[in-house]
C-alpha cells in the first residue's frame, strides 16, 4: 500500500500543470534505478457526463436506477476537463537490455 503523501503531491502537481495548461495525459517518473512510477489523470470526458453530469441532463431511465442503486453518492455534477484522481502503478524495470 502506497503512502497518501506522494498520491496526494502528485495530484497537486497534476491540478497545477492543468492550470498552466499542460496538464499531462500521463507521466512517466522514475523513481531509483529500477523502479518506474506510472502516473495517469483520471479526468472527466463527454461519455462520463451520461452519469457523473448533471442530475438534470441524465436519461430518467438511468438516473433512476442510479438514484436506487447510490442513493447517499455525491459523483454528479461535473464538467468536462474536471479531475476526479489518478490511476498509479510502479512496475519494476528491471529487464536486461
Ligand atoms: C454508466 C454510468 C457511469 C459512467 C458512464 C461513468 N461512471 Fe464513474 N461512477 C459511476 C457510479 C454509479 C459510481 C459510484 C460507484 C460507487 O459508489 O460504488 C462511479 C464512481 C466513479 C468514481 C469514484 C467515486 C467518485 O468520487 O465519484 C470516479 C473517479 C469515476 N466514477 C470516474 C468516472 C470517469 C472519469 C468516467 C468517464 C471516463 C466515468 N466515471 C463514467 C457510474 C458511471
Known sequence: MLPMRPIAASLKNARLSRKRGTF????????????????????????????????????PGLKTLLDELYPDDKFRD???????GAFRAEIKDDVPE
Open 78 to 84: 461535473f464538467q468536462v476537463g474536471d479531475l476526479r
Open 24 to 59: 499531462p495525459d500521463h507521466q512517466l517518473v522514475r523513481v531509483d534505478g529500477d523502479t518506474v512510477r506510472f502516473n495517469q489523470p483520471i479526468v472527466i470526458n463527454e461519455v462520463c457526463l451520461n452519469c457523473h453530469g448533471p442530475s438534470v441532463g441524465l436519461k
